[in-house]
């Protein structure tokens, strides 16, 4: 019987919360899966521990989670430390040398939850966003000088390779292609930004080429922002930058009815390296501890795992149950309107699990 490795880092804020939650439907479905093992290895990285330690995670810390199959990560951010120490101390430091180039996420309306959208219910949003997760805007690229005085001056450079174009597109159509619209939006900002993102155009055209089944279309970013609150219903698969999938996804998971929601999976797509799999919100300080965190997010991303791991059975099972739970508006948490609690949450969707009908 295989037994996959689970590298788990809860990190800040919620979540330990939301991933201790994930672990227990994780070993709940392999339970009743009966086919497959899980192993589970507990790393306390993050903002307390950068308090005790002056870094993120430790020097080794890569080389102790390499070999696992897959990591579930929390959230990182912390009140007392800046955001950009906690990015890239530990999300980043993982997400870029395991070359996780392609951040997987799907939006989708699930049974009970209701959009913001006034003309949306259930399969008018239905989306997956492909975010390019490994250079563009957040490639690190760039400098600061003569801080402090008035001189001081600073860049981001985007940096956009060839490679890292024709990688992340490829990857876009394939998923499309293996959806029923196969139908890939491309988001651009060829007409302000004129040489990179001409270069993501034409490598989009090149592209689409060898997957002539698909249809495509292209879209600026500023108004694909119109497009997803207008005409939800227009789109399927949309691939985009690192920073432009960056905040159209948060606007699609609160269309799709809360940021609890919303799962992701950071791809290695060769499996070079183990790919990583977090609910899409951050640390929510503000709900840290009230046993409030809406786990659901953490749960879909737990599908995303196993259906990387090739337990399809599995993964159709663990969503079946998730739907069933936020099916029953007395297990919405509050972040839906509801006032049922992580653990009422998570005992659902176990029980589910079980059930014989799921
Ligand atoms: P970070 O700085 O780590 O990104 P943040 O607190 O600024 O974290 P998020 O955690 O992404 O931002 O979310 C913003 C708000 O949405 C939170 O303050 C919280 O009230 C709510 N929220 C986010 N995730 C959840 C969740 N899983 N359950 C319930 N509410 C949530």
New binding site residues.
């Given amino acids: 019987m295989k037994t996959y490795a689970i590298a788990a880092i809860p990190g800040d ?2 979540g330990p919360e ?1 991933v201790d939650a994930g672990v227990e439907v994780l070993e709940a479905v392999a339970k009743r899966d009966g086919g497959f093992g899980l192993r589970v290895d507990r790393f306390d990285w993050g903002g307390e521990y950068y308090k005790k330690h002056g870094r993120m995670m430790p020097e080794n810390g890569r080389d102790l989670i390499r070999k696992h199959d897959a990591i579930l990560f929390g ?3 912390h009140p007392d430390i800046p ?1 950009h120490i906690t990015l890239w101390g530990l999300r980043l430091a993982i997400c870029q040398p395991f070359d996780q180039y392609a951040n997987v996420r799907p939006t989708r309306v699930l049974p009970g939850i209701t959009s913001p959208l006034r003309a949306v219910d259930g399969p008018e949003l239905d989306w997956v966003i492909v975010r390019e997760n490994s250079e563009g805007e957040y490639a690190g690229v760039g400098g600061r000088v003569h801080q402090g005085s008035p001189l001081e001056a600073a860049t981001d450079v985007a940096m956009f390779t060839r490679a890292g174009v024709e990688r992340i597109m490829r990857f876009a159509f394939g998923l499309a292609r293996s959806r029923s619209r196969k139908f890939l939006t491309v988001v651009t900002k060829s007409n302000a930004q004129r040489h990179a993102m001409v270069m993501w155009d034409e490598i989009a055209t090149q592209i689409a080429a060898e997957f002539p089944d698909v249809t495509w279309d292209k879209m600026l970013v500023d108004a694909m922002t119109m497009r997803m609150v207008m005409r939800p219903q227009t789109l399927d698969t949309i691939v985009a930058t690192n920073l432009h999938a960056d905040i159209l996804s948060d606007l699609a998971a609160v269309l799709a009815g ?3 929601i919303a799962p992701t999976a950071n791809l290695n797509p060769e499996r070079a390296f183990p790919s990583m799999f977090e ?1 899409i ?7 840290m501890g009230k046993g ?3 786990p659901i ?1 953490t749960f879909w991303s737990s599908v995303m795992m196993l259906e990387h791991f090739g337990e399809q059975a599995a993964a159709a099972r663990l969503m079946r149950a998730i739907e069933k739970v936020t099916g029953d508006r007395r297990l919405h ?3 839906l309107g509801g006032t049922a609690r992580t653990a009422d949450v998570t005992a659902a969707v176990i029980d589910a699990i079980h059930g014989a009908n799921v």
């Fill in positions: 804020g919620i939301v959230s990182a951010g955001d809360s940021l609890g609910p919100h951050g640390s929510a300080f503000d709900i409030i965190a809406n997010g948490t509050p972040d």
